[in-house]
């Protein structure tokens, strides 16, 4: 089996790829990328056997018709070191050669025949989303995954499916993200029930692998214990987790005392400052409102005090809630400078909900003030 392809993409495709090999593993096998060319494509495909990957490598030259094992590590440190546009791969049985314009790696390889499978998307009904909109929802909500749980479905992202809609929700029970938008269905698929929970690892390398153009659009297909997410030349399949994701809707208010529009940028320089003088002990930064003015207070023993104060369109009453800036600073980061959110508050004990005009949610509780 031989071809030639363009460096960089090879590169960039095993780095997605590489994303779900694990490190540690009792079965070394699974430290390996298997290279799948036929037909004249070249298919790198990984696996950890709970989430796997099929990635088509664009800019590829063969007639060939094979696979082999690529020790990933190795790979990718000579993709990285070569400086040649383009390299060819040629395997023989047990041996790999890796050429560039004046290197040459020749490297021993597992047998292909021994690495598990990861299914092809082959099914007729699913859903379709939007990929950049599904890359998108998927930046805005698993960072509030909670990976060291207990509660298994605190360690994945729900993806809540109607024939109109998807709503991707996370939470680690101290906040909750929610961001919905347009769906749509085909064949034949049952709607109901449709609320799988899949496993932060598979949803990261959704994102990495969803293109950005604005006509893509991603494949999503629900079995009753696995998942199936497909566009242009990526699938990736995921069990899902087990457990049972919180009723969300359950926890997000309604009804508010009083409502604050804030600008991304300045806001979030405030609470990156109010943020430094805080410390595992005194996490909790003060969010004082008054008449047209936020003040951010925080104050931590052995480390000192902040005042921070932000110009703001607020007339209501005064009064204070405690934030631990590191979960408001988790929202406001992924969101353009230029956005503008509101605050919604209840008092300074209830849950405060960030939203955005796009049906974005962000619900965070509130810490005691002495924490």
């Not at 298997?34 to 709970?50: F, N, R, S």
């Not at 906040?175 to 929970?197: D, I, K």
């Not at 009453?317 to 509101?342: C, H, M, N, W, Y």
């Amino acid at each position: 089996m031989k071809l030639n392809c363009h460096r960089a993409s090879l590169a960039t495709a095993l780095q997605i790829v590489s994303g779900v090999v694990p490190t540690r593993t009792p079965k070394e096998i699974l430290k390996n990328v298997k290279l799948h060319v036929d037909g004249g494509k070249a298919v790198l495909i990984g696996t950890d056997q709970e989430v796997g990957i099929r990635f088509e490598v664009s800019g590829v030259e063969t007639d060939s018709t094979g696979e082999v094992l690529l020790p990933t590590q190795r790979v990718v440190s000579i993709l990285r070191e070569l400086s040649d546009d383009q390299v060819t791969l040629e395997a023989t049985e047990g041996k790999l050669s890796i050429k560039g314009g004046q290197s040459e790696f020749n490297l021993s390889t597992e047998d292909p025949s021994e690495f598990p499978p990861v299914a092809a998307f082959e099914d007729s009904e699913y859903f379709t989303v939007n990929a950049a909109t599904l890359r998108e929802m998927i930046k805005r909500t698993i960072f509030a995954t909670d990976t060291e749980s207990t509660r298994y479905a605190l360690g994945g992202v729900l993806l809540e499916l109607t024939s109109e809609r998807v709503t991707l929700a996370a939470t680690d029970s101290r906040r909750l993200a929610v961001v919905s938008a347009a769906a749509q269905v085909v064949g034949e698929v049952n709607v109901e029930n449709t609320t799988p929970v899949v496993p932060s690892k598979a949803m990261q390398l959704i994102e990495r692998s969803l293109p950005d153009g604005e006509d893509d659009v991603a494949l999503i297909a629900i079995h009753a214990n696995d998942v199936l997410v497909k566009c242009g030349g990526s699938t990736i399949y995921s069990r899902l987790v087990e457990g049972r994701f919180p009723k969300y809707s359950d926890v997000i208010p309604t009804d508010f005392s009083s409502s604050v529009e804030l600008v991304i940028g300045p806001f979030y320089s405030a609470v990156r400052q109010a943020q430094i003088v805080t410390n595992e002990e005194s996490r909790g930064v003060d969010f004082s409102f008054s008449n047209g003015k936020l003040t951010l207070a925080s104050r931590a023993a052995d480390v000192g005090q902040s005042n921070v104060e932000l110009p703001i369109a607020y007339d209501g009453e005064d009064f204070t809630i405690t934030f631990d800036p590191r979960f408001v600073a988790d929202f406001l980061r992924i969101l353009d400078s230029g956005t503008a959110v509101k605050l919604n508050l209840i008092d300074g004990e209830s849950p405060a909900v960030f939203t955005t005009e796009d049906r974005y949610q962000y619900v965070v509780m509130p810490l005691s003030r002495d924490q």
